[in-house]
């Protein structure tokens, strides 16, 4: 019986200490207005060469119409080709690469994308579902991108090439760097095209 009792007793205290750890690393509480961004936390998520800060969330900061991310590909990585319901914008800081996009929405599938050479200084803006994929094509410098994106958190809409239906590309939600603090009360709003 006391047994019964010490094993519940430490099993409620590692649950409250898992909640507490979960609730500081997702919570608003804390986190300084003013952030110097080289202290940021940054992940691959699984992806090698490519590093992800998210400078302002939804999620970690409550952004509510906009998100702002940091993210460096190394020569020879990108995005998947993917298309998501919200506007973008994104601002070469460093490097070089290409834009890859097809404006396709009202056909079946994207099709051959237009290919726009990006560089450093330069800037461009992803309209509202248009299946994009940014390549670092370099083969020396990384190719860091400031990334603008509305109506967070992302639902991105995956595709696997160019002429795969818009119909079967896979929804990711929430989005790689938002699972950690998403809460699952939210649905994501259908954005089929
Ligand atoms: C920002 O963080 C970097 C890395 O820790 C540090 O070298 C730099 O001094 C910091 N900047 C300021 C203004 O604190
Ligand atoms: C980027 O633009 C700024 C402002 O015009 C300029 O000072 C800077 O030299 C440019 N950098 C490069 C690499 O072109």
């Excluded at 200490?17 to 080289?38: D, F, K």
């Excluded at 404006?103 to 099709?111: A, E, I, L, Q």
Aim: hydrophobic share 35%; charged share 15%.
């Amino acid at each position: 019986m006391r047994e019964a009792m010490i094993i519940t007793y430490i099993l409620a205290t590692i649950c409250i200490l898992s909640v507490t750890v979960h609730a500081s690393q997702c919570s608003m509480n804390g986190i300084p207005l003013v952030r110097n961004i080289s202290e940021l936390p940054q992940d691959n998520y699984g992806r090698p060469g490519f590093l992800h800060t998210t400078l302002a969330g939804s999620l970690l900061h409550g952004m509510k119409e906009i998100e702002v991310w940091l993210q460096t590909f190394a020569p020879g990585t990108h995005t998947p080709i993917h298309r998501h319901s919200c506007e973008e914008v994104f601002v070469v800081l460093r490097g070089s690469g290409t834009l890859h996009i097809a404006s396709n929405t009202h056909t079946k599938f994207p099709g051959e994308p237009l290919v726009y050479p990006i560089f450093t200084n330069s800037t461009f803006h992803v309209p509202v579902n248009d299946a994009h994929q940014i390549l670092n094509t370099g083969e020396h410098e990384d190719l860091q991108v400031l990334v603008i994106i509305s109506r967070p958190p992302v639902k991105v809409f995956m595709y696997a090439d160019w002429y795969m239906p818009h119909t079967a590309a896979q929804l990711k939600f929430p989005y790689y760097w938002d699972e950690k603090c998403y809460k699952n009360n939210e649905t994501p709003e259908n954005d089929e095209l």
